[in-house]
Structures are given as structure tokens and as C-alpha cells.
């Protein structure tokens, strides 16, 4: 299971299983006391999931509203690569979409919220062919994938 991290969320997202990308902290967050605990080490674009909400509760100067103490955990999202790439279990480095074909169905999955083009990824899933349905006509697959973070 993956390392869990306490932060702290807004009672509307307050549900376990509820996914977001963590956002860059505005300025308000950052002269608050509660900011390490809060966003502090959440990696803003990744992507988590929400699996356990606790009792304690605290004030929000952003939301100017209640937020929740919760557990999460980085959360793996799909994304298209390479079908010579798409191997489960296999690290890869994220290429990202070099395609800039408007209207193309299949663009999140190219250039998906939580994971950046050069970032190492962790393929946990490979589903189906996207070829036929890319108006780049590359040979793709959509897999289910986890950012790995850097070793420290």
C-alpha cells in the first residue's frame, strides 16, 4: 500500500475516494499556521485520493469555511503512451503528447492532469487500444499509471 499523507480538505471533498489534483497554494495559504500540515507536503499538479476522513476539523481562511484532517494517497491516473511502452509493471518516462491536433477525443489522456512530460510513471494497468480513435493515428494504449517520485 502506498505511504499515506495527512493534509487537510474541504468538507465537500471530505469523501473517501474522492480524487484532486493539488493546486500551487496562494498566497493566503502560506501565512497560515495550519500551511505544513495543509498543502505543505502535497505536490502541487499530482494527483490524490482520499481514503480515510477524521473527526478534527479546522477554520479555512481560503474557504472561509470548515476543512477536514484526511488521509490520502497519491492517486494513479490513466494516460495514453506508446503501445511499444505499455507494459504492466514497467517505469517509464512520461513523453506526454507531442500532437496538437484540435478536437482530438482522446487529448486528456495525452496531456493529463497530474503528471508532467518527463516525470517517471509506473505503469499498474494497460487497457485498450486508443490507435483507431487518435487523430494523430499513432499506435497508443491507455494505461492506469502512478507518478513515481524522485528518489531522495
Same mark, same amino acid.
Given at each position: 500500500m502506498n505511504k499515506f499523507i495527512v493534509t487537510l480538505v474541504g468538507e465537500g471533498q471530505a469523501v473517501k475516494g474522492f480524487r484532486f %489534483?493539488?493546486?500551487?497554494?496562494p498566497a493566503i495559504c502560506k501565512e497560515c499556521k495550519l500551511f505544513l500540515v495543509c498543502m505543505g507536503k502535497l505536490v502541487p499538479g499530482r494527483a490524490y485520493e482520499v @481514503?480515510? @476522513? /477524521?473527526?478534527?476539523?479546522?477554520y479555512c481562511s481560503l474557504y472561509e469555511d470548515k476543512v477536514n484532517v484526511a /488521509? %490520502? @494517497?497519491p492517486s494513479p491516473i490513466e494516460v495514453v503512451i506508446k503501445s511499444q511502452h505499455a507494459i504492466e509493471g514497467a517505469t @517509464? !518516462?512520461?513523453?506526454?503528447? =507531442?500532437c =496538437?491536433?484540435?478536437?482530438? !477525443?482522446? =487529448?486528456k489522456l495525452c496531456k493529463p492532469e497530474g503528471v508532467k512530460k518527463g516525470e517517471k510513471i509506473k505503469i499498474e494497468k494497460v487497457s485498450e487500444s486508443v490507435s483507431e480513435v487518435a487523430l494523430c493515428k499513432k499506435k497508443l494504449k491507455k494505461v492506469t499509471a502512478l507518478v513515481v517520485e524522485p528518489s531522495s
Open positions: %489534483v493539488a493546486a500551487q497554494p @481514503i480515510e @476522513i /477524521k473527526d478534527k476539523q479546522h /488521509k %490520502v @494517497i @517509464i !518516462t512520461f513523453a506526454g503528447a =507531442e =496538437e491536433k484540435k478536437g482530438c !477525443t482522446i =487529448e
